[in-house]
């Protein structure tokens, strides 16, 4: 299949003479010390060392080796002539040649300077960076394959750091295309190359669909496909290749939504298995909580209300993702669901991942549920020792008809008595295992496993996941999406200043403020030092303090203590205080209708999402709110792209996909969350046709051929499916 010479071989192998070294950071000393006294344990040690590095890349298993396929390729296949060469521009291209010199030149820089010459003519290859062993490689006379652009420089026809091997006259030439990997640090493509050559060699081709099914969707078998993206034929069409259009690409894609399909089908499928508590009943508290809401619902939160309800009525566990912007209402419609639980008889929790938020969230709805006769209770890890053992009593006995709270509900001596509905704000800062932990609270682990009740759950986000991205990363969740304000609010107006305005800036927020308007100032993000974020925080408050000295200012930072914050931020809420200078403590959540003005310093430090969800703190009431976001210049590309995003658009949506766009998947969703992203092939919004048939195919082999099934999942999940167990 290919030339051991450029394959299964380091790429600079010649029989008679040793590898050189490859790259300047691998010829330190003590490297070369190493291999000079190489003995058995540093050998396996360095295969650690290597498997390690495999890992990182996802390189575990045979298969995950196998399905690691080239981003691009080489053409090897082929050796111009050194004349022909010249005239080819842009493109690398491969020729071979014999040393006629090689000399170290000083001017205009030191530089290894190396002429190859074939019967067509002749060529120079220059090194910047080079070692004394390659100045031996280039001795007269030695034969040399270069590949690279050629140009024409300061020693006319030039390749400048071409690729090379040394060879023999005659070495044959690869027979099909060289591919390039995608690579992690420290392993180079001929380690690639060798390691997934060799678990091609180790693989059970047994392709886990029928000749039949392949035959009518007009798929490639397997291995042929998988082999031919590994080496693809140099006649291969290799824009098809390159836009993975390309029939063996094709094959990959279908696999691999196929997998998802099903692993997502077989997963909902589990979870209707499982038993839920039914809660139907919309009772007295969900109607007299809905008459005294101040306000009616607007109809996509009457809409998504329906969906939840229905789901809550089933006898299998609700899994709902419910998306809306900030500031779009999302709590109350929790509040709703959890009325349904209650008058259903069974308990609902509701937790959030902040202090200032499960505190915001406790007053709001015990204030509109208490005085329904319902019993609220409140647990956060900053309550005093007997308060918190008050509070599990509560819980633990039934008494607690709704518990609202922040991680401290998923610490393990919490328990409940009839947990039915576990609703989860701001979810994707939550790890899949602290959401895993508190639905877990509601099993009854002394039911036979068949009998086992899990709570349904309602998790909220106001970082809106793309549903095509949710699609990818949660194995079985209904998504609901908010995607209406209420009415009345006016839109936020953005400006992006530059920081030595910043006089003008604080004139605006005193002359806002003596308007009768509250003011967020936000400090700069310093990511490196919490302690330098909490110096600046200090700093800010004492000469905005000391600049507007008839206003209260106000400051609230991470490490104030609990009660400190609350404080603050019911001086603020009582309008009490006029400007808030604040860390990022604020981001999620906070509800103070009548700020209207923010200051953002630093704005370019942020994050799109983030900036975003800071801004989202405006914006709540009638009054026009404005987000001013200061920054210090010179701006990069990305910092220009995000601050423009921001004021030209103020839906969350918009700003997510574009965050995406600039982030990617992985650190779009947080590294806790997203796991390892499950399609690396297919892509859901041009594969659509793929992902319609995958779908049906999955339905029908989940219906008629369960070994399929399982041999399908095993190949293209394997230990991936773990993170899916949302
Ligand atoms: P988020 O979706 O960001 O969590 P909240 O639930 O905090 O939003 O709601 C934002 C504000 O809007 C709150 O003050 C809430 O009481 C109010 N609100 C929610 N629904 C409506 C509605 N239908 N009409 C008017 N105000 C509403
Ligand atoms: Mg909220």
Redesign the pocket.
């Known amino acids: 299949m290919q030339n051991p010479l450029f394959y299964a071989l380091p790429p600079h192998f010649r029989p008679d003479m040793p590898a050189p070294k490859k790259k300047p950071a691998a010829a330190t000393k003590s490297t070369a010390k190493s291999a000079a006294g190489a003995t058995t344990s540093a050998t396996t040690t360095r295969a650690a060392k290597i498997d390690d590095k495999l890992i990182k890349l996802g390189l575990r298993s045979d298969i995950d080796k196998v399905l690691h396929l080239p981003l691009r390729y080489e053409d090897e296949t082929e050796i111009k002539n050194i004349s022909e060469a010249g005239f080819i521009f842009g493109r690398p291209v491969q020729v071979e040649g014999v040393v006629t010199s090689c000399e170290v030149a000083f001017r205009p820089r030191r530089q290894l300077v190396v002429t190859i010459a074939d019967e067509s003519g002749q060529l120079v290859m220059r090194f910047l960076n080079f070692y004394g062993s390659q100045v031996k490689q280039m001795a007269e006379g030695n034969r040399v394959r270069a590949r690279g652009e050629v140009r024409h420089g300061f020693f006319g026809a030039e390749m400048v750091h071409p690729a090379y091997k040394m060879v023999i006259e005659g070495a044959p030439l690869p027979s099909a295309l060289t591919p390039v990997y995608p690579a992690g640090e420290g392993l180079s493509q001929t380690l690639l190359r060798k390691t997934i050559a060799d678990a091609m060699g180790r693989m059970a081709w047994r392709d886990t669909l029928s000749e039949q099914l392949r035959t009518s969707l007009e798929l490639m078998p397997f291995e042929p496909a998988v082999r031919m993206l590994h080496n693809p034929p140099p006649d291969i069409d290799e824009s098809a290749l390159a836009d993975r259009s390309h029939a063996a690409w094709v094959r990959m894609k279908f696999d691999e939504l196929l997998a998802q399909q099903l692993s997502m089908k077989r997963a909902q499928i589990a979870r209707r298995e499982k038993g839920a508590a039914v809660l139907p009943k919309v009772g007295a508290l969900s109607q007299a909580f809905i008459q005294q809401?101040?306000?009616?619902?607007?109809n996509a939160?009457q809409r998504v209300l329906t969906e939840i309800r229905a789901d809550l009525k089933q006898s299998f566990p609700m899994q709902r993702l419910l998306q809306?912007?900030?500031?779009?209402?999302?709590?109350?419609?929790?509040a709703i669901a959890a009325a349904q639980a209650i008058d259903s008889g069974f308990q609902a929790v509701l937790m959030a991942p902040t202090e200032i938020l499960a505190d915001?969230h406790f007053r709001?709805i015990a204030g509109w549920m208490e005085p329904l006769g319902v019993n609220v209770a409140w647990l956060t890890g900053s309550l005093k020792k007997k308060e918190k053992l008050a509070a599990k009593a509560r819980i633990e006995s039934g008494a607690a008809q709704l518990v609202i709270g922040t991680h401290a509900l998923i610490q393990e001596d919490v328990q409940f008595s009839r947990l039915g509905l576990v609703i989860v704000?701001e979810q994707h800062r939550f790890g899949v295992s602290q959401r895993l932990v508190l639905r877990n609270k509601g099993m009854d682990s002394n039911a036979p496993s068949s009998k086992q009740t899990i709570p349904h759950q309602l998790m909220?986000s106001?970082t809106p996941i793309p549903r095509t991205l949710a699609m990818t990363y949660y194995a079985d969740l209904e998504v609901s999406v908010?995607d209406e304000l209420?009415?009345?609010r006016t839109p936020i107006v953005t400006r992006v200043i530059d920081q030595n305005r910043r006089d003008e800036v604080i004139e605006r927020v005193h002359a806002a403020a003596l308007e009768g308007r509250q003011v967020y100032w936000v400090c700069p993000l310093i990511e490196e030092s919490e302690a330098l974020q909490l110096q600046t925080a200090t700093d800010t408050h004492l000469t905005l303090a000391a600049a507007l000295p008839d206003l209260h200012v106000g400051l609230v930072h991470g490490r104030m203590k609990p009660a400190e914050k609350q404080e603050v931020m019911d001086a603020f809420t009582r309008g009490d205080i006029h400007v808030l200078v604040a860390t990022t403590v604020i981001e999620v959540?906070v509800?103070v209708?009548n700020a209207s003005l923010m200051v953002i310093e630093h704005a370019e430090r942020f994050g799109l999402s983030q900036l975003h969800q800071l801004r989202?703190r405006v914006g709540?009431g009638v009054t026009a709110s404005v987000c001013l976001l200061l920054y210090q210049g010179p701006l990069g590309q990305v910092a220009k792209q995000r601050l423009r995003i921001m004021r030209e658009s103020t839906d969350g949506f918009e700003i997510a996909r574009k965050d995406l766009e600039i982030r990617g998947p992985g650190e779009f969703l947080g590294a806790r969350q997203s796991g390892q992203a499950m399609l690396r092939f297919a892509d859901l919004e041009t594969d659509q046709w793929l992902v319609d048939r995958a779908r049906d195919v999955a339905q029908a082999l989940l219906r008629d051929d369960p070994a399929t099934v399982e041999a399908h999942l095993a190949r293209w999940l394997g230990a991936r499916e773990d993170f899916l167990k949302v």
């Open positions: 809401l101040p306000f009616s619902l607007t939160q809306g912007d900030v500031g779009s209402g999302k709590t109350v419609v929790a915001q709001k704000d909220m106001a908010i209420p009415p009345g959540g509800d209708p989202g709540r």
